[in-house]
């Protein structure tokens, strides 16, 4: 039988072959042999070798390996040794990070519950859930993690928690009653699933599936079979190696061309050529990026976000659309009362969350809680919820909504004694009567009162009676045309609406419902809502200016998800608001054309989230997807950056995101972003720095070759220059702030390369200028002294170097870098490289090995005021690429600032 929830549970029972005792020990055996277990196939987990080996599989560390095979093949071993120890100290501080992060994400199997109780052969046992078959009869009691898909047999007011399903904000009011067919899995009320809570109440159920033919287990197939989307970094990587790549192979052309016409011997052009072709290659370029995402991931780690893979922290800064949840990302996920419908009056209530601080208003007038007290005592009494404190924090034991109101009563002062009110009798709530009532005895009159909450258009039903400024007196039609009115006003608010009342009942009493719940004084309506964080605001206005989309995809309904998203600035006017059920009528088209004005999606089903990444990445989109249920687990897959939450989270989702959010906070996202916007930026400049330096290394030495000039560089020369002078500067770029504005440019374009035709001809044109100037100091001096020229050429370079470092502090005209003390690891950097040069100047000992000679001031003065000038084009450079001045000759790239007023 299929669509268990369309037919009566007898049908059930029968179709699977039990008994409302349930099975026989020796059926159950059979069928677990049968069918097999009750869990999921094992999560494949890294072990370190893996993740070690992962390290290697980068672009641009196989260019780097090919680099130093070339240099073992010129004999070049000191360099060759050199670029491999990069490889590995890359591959370890990757590794190190990855193996952290793995070791603090918990295994998928603590998903289930260990232990479930079962009926068999008409007695209650416990058995692992593992053993668990098709036909077992379930008992359900609070606490109870649901082991299996089941059909309810038995209620009694019976609540589960399904938000790690369906995404659900507060927990689904369970029957047994037949329901309609073809229902979606959030309206289903007559099943309990898999990996849900029991909050409240208690049950039974038969079970229908197990394993892999759970909800939960279709959800794990769709995972498996989900392809995990590379990270931005990753594929600029691959871009990145691919363009250096190309470079190379232009370069060696050059060279062989020219030699040939030079009659140049072949062996010689052939060893020349590969020896550029490791010059080419920024050899410490991965070792910087790694440095630089490893101190990104931990500043990440301060703003509350834990990334699992290095590539991840800079990915947070490319996303062009984040789609975020709403329950305790946007919002607290701790529901609030915030109007009170009390004497004919409304009454606003501030504070939000389950901190007790609060004030009561009527209009702009604040008033007392006195007069309130007959409502505040029902909300606190007619209540199953406790509030309890925890080092300064509140929370709530039970349903979000009794925590409301046990809240709202402790704001109104009222403390709930119970030496004034003794317990008698409870009439749990039920989907049928849509009411709750509890009876107690209030020892400050001696008078025995029932005090009942429930739906307002049912409770009026049963309410003859109202108290108005402390008198009682008959309900009129008015009054209930009023109630209603009042009720239907708050509800198009989106707050979920309660109404209250009571009634002097006696000991003696019948408290049968039918007794209890009638002819009832009505005291009043309260409104709650899961009130939207108060830095959300903010943070959707950064994502705005920044460029950034942000669509809520959720399991909650419509109109509670629209006035949340007005209420913190994300719907606008001509914004669409869509269900799940209307994705799936829509073809690939038609969604498609709509993307871009979706702001919200609500009751969303895991397939129509997965189809709603994998539209928005066909559309060019970098995808920043939050999530904390099994639901979420296979978009959270698919996302270019999967961010699972940290409180709320499940194991499933956080083990399939590349980062997790530890305090569930929208506003952490967006400082995220920011952070990571500055590691690419960084990643940008030190790129641009490597290669300026490279370029100018290889045209000093590329042009006297080719003119037949005598070598103005020595080998070790430019091997201690590749090692440590533009090394340590580099490294020190890593510890860069974040630029002026670097959340109001528009994301950069998915498609761009690393090296844009703007940038590449800003490191062509300084590049020249660095070797063309180098070049123009050793011709001055050639003619005097050979080993002075080299020693001039070799520290012109390197002065050339450290001001194209402090220009490279900042992608955009700033006045930032002027000064030198704003970082101070670059500024330290920059002295040693500088310490380092002198060393080799004038320590004899050094003179020897790397055949240098003293200079006198006059040459400092013209070697700094030479390389100075590099220091202006790059300057220069700036502003021509902030003003585009280049765009009529290259063409436009979208990595503009953007204009904000």
Known sequence: MKNYYANNFQDAITSLNSSISGLTDEEAKKRLEEYGPNELPKARRFNAITIFINQFKDSLILLLIFAGILSLLLHEFVEAIAIFAIVLLNALLGFIQEFRAEKSIAALEKISAPIANVLRGGKEQKIPVREIVLGDILVLVTGDIIPADSRLIEVTSLQIDEASLTGESTPS?????????????????????????????????????????????????????????????????????????????????????????????????????????VSTIPNSLPLVVTLGLSRGAKELAKKNMLVKKLSAAEGLGSATIICSDKTGTITKNQMTAT???????????????????????????????????????????????????????????????????????????????????????????????????????????????????????????????????????????????????????????????????????????????????????????????????????????????????????????????????????????????????????????????????????????????????????????????????????PALKKANIGIAMGITGTDVAKEVSEAILV???????????????????????????????????????????????????????????????????????????????????????????????????????????????????????????????????FTTLVMFQMFAVMSSRTLYPSLKHLNPFSNMWLFGAVCLSILIQISIIYFVPFQRIFGTVALLPLDWFRIIGISFFGFILMELSKIIMKNNLLEKIFGADNYDIKKTS
């Open 663 to 793: 305090d569930d906070n929208f506003a952490s996202i967006v400082s995220a972003i920011e952070t990571g916007r500055n590691i690419y930026d960084k990643l940008i400049k030190s790129t641009k720095f490597f290669l300026s330096c490279n370029f100018g290394e290889i045209t000093v030495v590329l042009i006297s070759i080719l003119l037949g000039f005598p070598l103005p560089l020595l080998p070790l020369q430019l091997l201690v220059m590749n090692m440590l002078t533009d090394n340590f500067p580099a490294l020190g770029l890593g510890f860069e702030s974040s630029e002026e504005g670097i959340m109001k440019r528009l994301p950069r374009n998915p498609k761009e390369k690393p090296l844009t035709r703007k940038t590449f001809s800003i490191i062509l044109l300084f590049g020249l200028t660095m070797g063309l100037g180098t070049l123009l100091m050793f011709m001055s001096y050639k003619n005097i002294d050979l080993s002075k020229a080299q020693t001039v050429a």
């Open 173 to 277: 009011r369970k029957f047994e009653k037949i329901l309609d067919t073809n229902i979606p899995i959030t309206d289903q009320l007559n099943m309990a699933f898999q990996g849900t809570v029991v909050t409240y109440g208690k049950g039974k159920s038969i079970v229908t599936s197990t394993g892999i033919n759970t909800e939960f287990g279709k959800i794990a197939k769709v995972l498996k079979e989900t392809k995990i989307s590379e990270t931005p970094l990753q594929i600029k990587f691959a871009q990145l190696a691919k363009q250096i790549g190309i470079i190379c192979v232009f370069l060696v052309a050059i060279v062989m061309i020219t030699g040939v016409l030079r009659e140049m011997p072949f062996a010689k052009l052939l060893l020349f050529s590969l020896a550029l072709t």
């Open 339 to 633: 109007e009170i419908f009390y004497n004919d009056r409304i009454i606003t209530v501030t504070g939000t969350g389950y901190e007790p601080q609060g004030k009561f208003f009527l209009g702009e007038e604040q008033i007392k809680t006195e007069k309130l007290e007959l409502l505040l005592r029902i909300c606190s009494l007619c209540n199953g919820a406790k509030l309890s404190e925890e080092e300064g924090k509140y929370k709530i034991l039970g349903n979000p909504t009794e925590g409301a109101l046990k809240v709202l009563s402790k704001k109104g002062n009222f403390n709930d004694p119970r030496n004034n009110f003794s317990f008698i009798e409870e009439l749990p709530f039920d989907s049928e009567r849509k009411k709750m009532s509890m009876i107690f005895k209030n020892n400050l009159n001696n008078k025995t009162e029932a005090y009942v909450k429930g739906a307002p258009d049912f409770l009026l039903k049963v309410c003859d009676k109202i108290i108005e400024d402390g008198q009682i007196r008959k309900l009129s039609d008015n009054d209930r045309k009023k109630i209603l009115s009042v009720n239907e006003n708050l509800a198009g608010k989106a707050l979920r609406v309660l109404a209250f009342a009571y009634k002097e009942t006696s000991e003696s009493c019948d408290y049968s419902v039918e007794a209890v719940e009638k002819n009832l004084v009505f005291v009043g309506l309260v409104g709650m809502i899961d009130p939207p964080r108060e830095e959300v605001k903010d943070a959707i206005k950064k994502c705005r200016e920044a460029g950034i989309k942000v669509t809520i995809i959720t399991g909650d309904h419509a109109i509670t998800t629209k006035a949340i998203a007005i209420d913190v600035g994300l719907f606008n006017e001509g914004d669409i608001v869509l269900t799940g059920e209307d994705i799936d009528k829509m073809t690939d088209l038609e969604l498609e054309k709509k993307l871009d004005h979706i702001r919200i999606i609500a009751r969303a089903l895991p397939i129509q989230k997965l189809r709603i990444v994998e539209a928005l990445q066909k559309k060019g989109h970098i995808v920043a997807m939050t999530g904390d249920g099994v639901n979420d687990a």
